[in-house]
């Protein structure tokens, strides 16, 4: 029997997302796959799932886009009520983000606007909106980075972004708890993604000075933190909210 009948995971067209996704529906969730401009690679994303037995369906979502909430909620709610015979997810991964990067002189209204705008305003509100529509006992991941807890040069706007949704991960928790909902935010370190561009997967240099400075000696992979997430919305994960778990083998410790 699946533990998690239907997961919801933003962002799901690539990268951390879809590891995500594949590691849900390999312990037996229906995954809905997220994605705001990438449609082919989200339904690459539902395919690889269908392909290895599960059932997934990809729908657009843009998360700095706070007034299509009330129709996607509809959309959504109709469509795994036909799909799926009900009308409640049991995980939501909010995963989709955007990452601009500068040093103080060269950050502008419109990138810290942005930031502000999809990385906690977006993720905030669309708790909001699915929440009713979570079942009792549900959980929510809310994916931060290991850089609210080390510093890098021009990540200044991001990190705040990223703790702030710590922050309210666990003002949250408190508020979700009577309704057995546990609410976690989970913090990746170096990962070769194509986040930023692929930046960490396609640079060898940096790839190879960050994992210098990892207690495992290299950086990780996406379906790592795939695999990470899916174990802490399990069963055996049940007796811990409120927390940041930061999946980085050791980062710059």
Request: glycine share 10%; net charge negative.
């Amino acid at each position: 029997m699946a533990e998690h009948r239907i997961a919801l995971v933003t962002g799901a067209n690539r990268g951390l997302g879809r590891s995500t996704a594949l590691a849900l529906a390999h312990r037996d969730a229906k995954v809905v796959v997220t994605y705001r401009d990438g449609a082919a690679g989200a339904a690459e994303t539902v395919q690889m799932i269908q392909e290895a037995g599960g059932d997934a369906v990809a729908k657009r979502l843009d998360i700095s886009d706070v007034g299509s909430f009330a129709t996607f909620t509809t959309e959504l709610t109709d469509e795994i009520r036909a799909r799926w015979a009900s009308g409640k997810l049991d995980v939501l991964v909010n995963n989709a983000g955007i990452g601009l990067f500068g040093r103080l002189e060269d950050v502008t209204v419109e990138s810290f606007d942005a930031l502000v705008h999809t990385n906690l305003r977006g993720t905030f509100f669309l708790i909001q909106a699915l929440v009713p529509h979570l079942a009792e006992g549900g959980r929510i991941i809310n994916v931060s980075t290991s850089l609210t807890r080390h510093v890098s040069p021009g990540t200044s706007v991001y990190s705040a972004s990223k703790a702030a949704v710590e922050a309210f991960s666990r003002s949250l928790a408190a508020e979700l708890g009577p309704r057995g909902i546990r609410i976690n935010a989970v913090a990746p370190g170096p990962s070769a993604t194509d986040f930023n561009g692929g930046a960490m997967r396609d640079d060898p240099e940096l790839r190879g000075a960050l994992a210098a400075q990892t207690a495992l000696g290299r950086v990780g992979k996406p379906e790592e933190i795939g695999d990470a997430i899916a174990a802490l919305t399990s069963a055996d994960m049940r007796w811990i909210t409120a927390e940041r778990i930061e999946v980085s083998g050791g980062a710059l410790l």
